[in-house]
């Protein structure tokens, strides 16, 4: 099985900054595109930014600008550094990847969810 773990989320005053990880692990053979999404109460859950194996990216309208998404293809991690922070950020932020990896003897191809960091965004 293989699994994301995140880490890096909390309280931050309006203007601020974060940086979120998530690390990918397991029998890894390849993670196609990585990405962040975030869901604050009552909302739907929306995507923030994705990565593609090749380094192309992608971000919401409302992120552009301030968030920056990396990944490091060898540590098999994916970054979201978060400027400029405002209250409307506020809300869990969740990884998100595309793996193809070794289960029960077999290749298989999924895509996988972390558990979620909590973003505040707060003076």
């Known amino acids: 099985q293989v699994q994301l773990v995140e880490s890096g989320g909390g309280l931050v005053q309006p203007g601020g900054s974060l940086r979120l990880s998530c690390a990918a692990s397991?029998?890894?053979?390849?993670?196609?595109?990585m990405g962040w999404y975030r869901q604050a109460l009552g909302k739907e859950r929306e995507l923030v930014a994705v990565v593609t194996s090749g380094g192309t990216t992608n971000y919401a309208d409302s992120v552009k600008g301030r968030f920056t998404i990396s990944r490091d293809n060898v540590k098999n991690t994916v970054y979201l550094q978060m400027n400029s922070l405002k209250p409307e950020d506020t809300a869990v932020y969740y990884c998100?990847?595309?793996?193809?990896?070794?289960?029960?003897?077999?290749?298989?191809?999924?895509?996988?969810w972390g558990q979620g960091t909590q973003v505040t965004v707060s003076s």
């Open positions: 998100n990847a595309y793996i193809l990896y070794i289960s029960t003897g077999r290749n298989r191809a999924s895509g996988v």
């Open positions: 397991g029998s890894i053979l390849s993670i196609n595109h």
